[in-house]
T-cell receptor, first 114, second 113 residues
Framework: DGGITQSPKYLFRKEGQNVTLSCEQN?????MYWYRQDPGQGLRLIYY???????QKGDIAEGYSVSREKKESFPLTVTSAQKNPTAFYLC?????????????FGDGTRLSIL | AQSVTQLDSHVSVSEGTPVLLRCNYS??????LFWYVQHPNKGLQLLLK??????LVKGINGFEAEFKKSETSFHLTKPSAHMSDAAEYFC???????????FGAGTRLFVKA
């Protein structure tokens, strides 16, 4: 079955540490996205990529970095500059970035501070 | 500014009774509208989408939504709630020619036995 795989499901970060969240899709989608979800809030866009080797900042990119070296992979690094990283992180993809294409989501990674 | 408002943060219904989750969006020429469901510690699952075809859209698990341009609304309904419908629901809008996806704040649906 095609879909989006996020790993790990749970992740713990120590002070001053960078951590990387994995996102892989086998849907052959061009566009990929990273969202952050905090309790009682909607989703906020961190970064998105419409094509390999290209990505743009979303609304809350500070303290995060991404890469898009392969079509199927879009890893997110939470750097030590992100002072409040505890959240649920969701990766999504869509067939292209046009308005009528729904996004497909992975099952998320929950990041906590040790 | 483009926006989407889910009018209720929480909705509680009894099993077997109708469900109504309300969503309003800011006016635009050609919005695409979506409803997603999220169960605890899971990603968002697409329930249905409206993309300028029929105004009454049928989705999975017995849900449907009606696009009302005059009211800028896209409310989600289900005739009879099931315990498994208890989850958080998100109304989402995208606008033609734009990339940005706008998520509502979510409505938590509780289903009582």
């Amino acid at each position: 079955d095609g879909g989006i795989t996020q790993s790990p499901k749970y992740l713990f970060r120590k002070e001053g540490q960078n951590v990387t969240l994995s996102c892989e899709q086998n849907l052959n989608h061009d566009a990929m996205y990273w969202y952050r979800q905090d309790p009682g809030q909607g989703l906020r866009l961190i970064y998105y990529s419409q094509i390999v080797n290209d990505f743009q900042k979303g609304d809350i990119a500070e303290g995060y970095s991404v890469s898009r070296e392969k079509k199927e992979s879009f890893p997110l690094t939470v750097t030590s500059a992100q002072k409040n990283p505890t959240a649920f992180y969701l990766c999504a993809s869509s067939s292209f970035s046009g308005g009528d294409q729904p996004q497909h989501f992975g099952d998320g990674t929950r990041l906590s501070i040790l | 500014a483009q926006s989407v408002t889910q009018l209720d943060s929480h909705v509680s219904v009894s099993e077997g009774t109708p469900v109504l989750l309300r969503c309003n969006y800011s006016s635009s020429y050609s919005p695409s509208l979506f409803w997603y469901v999220q169960h605890p510690n899971k990603g968002l699952q697409l329930l249905l989408k409206y993309t300028s075809a029929a105004t009454l859209v049928k989705g999975i698990n017995g849900f449907e939504a009606e696009f009302k341009k005059s009211e800028t609304s896209f409310h989600l309904t289900k005739p009879s709630a099931h315990m498994s419908d208890a989850a958080e629901y998100f109304c989402v809008v995208r606008y033609t020619g734009g990339f940005k996806t706008i998520f509502g704040a979510g409505t938590r649906l509780f289903v009582k036995a």
